[in-house]
Every structure is written in structure tokens, then in C-alpha cells.
């Protein structure tokens, strides 16, 4: 089992970057492929992109491609989700989830999330 929590949302002028963290719990953390998720206000939860184990493997949501990037450091059991052009309708609540498998498919443990607001 993992917990996670995502920390870096705040509030940013549109054009701008953020960088959100996603640390989690236990000792198996190399094992967990991470996806990050995206919900604004009215609509449905969306896939932002994820990244493998090892961190060798990263998926991309059209939306978000060459604008956002996702690393981890395994050593300090924490994905990162960089975020530069920042656009309006980026404002959401981002979440990161962890599962086992790869392809990912569907997530067993989810974190409480963190807003991203961008201003224009």
C-alpha cells in the first residue's frame, strides 16, 4: 500500500510555471507507476500524463504535451509534474495516483489533491 500527497499548486499569471510534488509513503515506491490527474470545476476527472517505474517511460495527454513534464526520484519517493505556459484552462484540481501495473489501466491509491488556479 502507498499514500501520496501532492504539495506546489498555487495561484499563477497565465504564460507562467509550477511545479507540483507527489510524495508518497512505504518502501516499495520504485514499484508503483504514477499518473497525474487533472478535475476543474464542472467537469469530468482527465488523464494529464504518468510515468513508469523506473522513470524510463512518460505518457503525455495531447493537451498538456511539451508543456508539462513528469520525473521521479525513486530515492526520495517523489514524482514531480513541471508545468510551464501555463494556460487558464489549466486550473484544476491535480491529483497524482499510483498503481502497480504498466500499461497502467486503472489506480489503486490516489492522493487528496492540490489547486492550480491560472489567471489570464
Known amino acids: 500500500q502507498v499514500q501520496l500527497v501532492e504539495s506546489g499548486g498555487g495561484l499563477v499569471q497565465a504564460g507562467g510555471s509550477l511545479r507540483l510534488s507527489c510524495a508518497a509513503s512505504g518502501r516499495t515506491f520504485s514499484t508503483y507507476t504514477i499518473g497525474w490527474f487533472r478535475q476543474a470545476p464542472g467537469k469530468e476527472r482527465e488523464f494529464v500524463g504518468c510515468i513508469s517505474r523506473g522513470g524510463s517511460t512518460t505518457v503525455y495527454a495531447d493537451s498538456v504535451k511539451a508543456r508539462f513534464t513528469i520525473s521521479r526520484d525513486n530515492a526520495k519517493n517523489t514524482v514531480y509534474l513541471q508545468m510551464n505556459s501555463l494556460k487558464p484552462e489549466d486550473t484544476a484540481v491535480y491529483y497524482c495516483?499510483?498503481?502497480?501495473?504498466?500499461?497502467?489501466?486503472?489506480?489503486?491509491?490516489w492522493g487528496q489533491g492540490t489547486q492550480v488556479t491560472v489567471s489570464s
Open positions: 495516483a499510483a498503481t502497480q501495473r504498466w500499461p497502467p489501466g486503472q489506480y489503486a491509491y
